[in-house]
T-cell receptor, first 106, second 114 residues
Framework: KNEVEQSPQNLTAQEGEFITINCSYSVGISALHWLQQHPGGGIVSLFMLSSGKKKHGRLIATINIQEKHSSLHITASHPRDSAVYICAVRSDDMRFGAGTRLTVKP | DVKVTQSSRYLVKRTGEKVFLECVQDMDHENMFWYRQDPGLGLRLIYFSYDVKMKEKGDIPEGYSVSREKKERFSLILESASTNQTSMYLC?????????????FGPGTRLTVL
């Protein structure tokens, strides 16, 4: 069993929909990262959080340390949000989820 | 802005060839990492380095070696490429060795071994 599990693996939405991607982990962590990978491969960091909630534009990330769970929300989704979203946790080192492939259709 | 560059975006090699993947970062970061990314498996750490000439094995070092002769450059070497090394290879760097800090990723090299 992976230490970092993401769901769903694939997600298709219509433009404007509210999106939620979930991440559960089984190890003690010092921080959790949400990453975005666009077609072509480049990865950018969206959030790094260790408690509570962070917001950046239409993106919101939350974490519940007791439940070992984090969610990434996208409000008013847009086709340009189509990407793979990766959850990563820092324990002794970085552990990555397999990613959620999001497709937003116009 | 931190910039992490990789020598090739796409690479096709034959079984048995020696393959070099180069990564350069321009922000004087201490740590550098090589990952491979395969569908359904996520990113897996091959090797990392926290200083010049220092290297540590990650989760899947078999079949790979690395070199860090200069702080800004971290090379991944496939001594004798095999078809099961066909993958996307991602390099990353981060500022400090200890504590949690953000990793900055390169654009990736998609390697195909025929």
């Amino acid at each position: 069993k992976n230490e970092v599990e993401q769901s769903p693996q694939n997600l298709t939405a219509q433009e404007g929909e509210f999106i939620t991607i979930n991440c559960s982990y089984s190890v003690g962590i010092s921080a959790l990262h949400w990453l975005q990978q666009h077609p072509g491969g480049g990865i950018v960091s969206l959030f790094m959080l260790s408690s509570g909630k962070k917001k950046h534009g239409r993106l919101i990330a939350t974490i519940n340390i007791q439940e070992k769970h984090s969610s990434l929300h996208i409000t008013a989704s847009h086709p340009r949000d189509s990407a793979v979203y990766i959850c990563a946790v820092r324990s002794d080192d970085m552990r990555f989820g397999a990613g959620t492939r999001l497709t937003v259709k116009p | 802005d931190v910039k992490v560059t990789q020598s090739s975006r796409y690479l096709v090699k034959r079984t048995g060839e020696k393959v070099f993947l180069e990564c350069v970062q321009d922000m004087d970061h201490e740590n550098m990492f090589w990952y491979r990314q395969d569908p359904g498996l996520g990113l897996r750490l091959i090797y990392f380095s926290y200083d010049v000439k220092m290297k540590e094995k990650g989760d899947i070092p078999e079949g790979y070696s690395v070199s860090r002769e200069k702080k800004e450059r971290f090379s991944l070497i496939l001594e004798s490429a095999s078809t099961n090394q066909t993958s996307m290879y991602l390099c990353a760097s981060s500022l400090f060795k200890t504590g949690d800090n953000e990793q900055f990723f390169g654009p990736g090299t998609r390697l195909t071994v025929l």
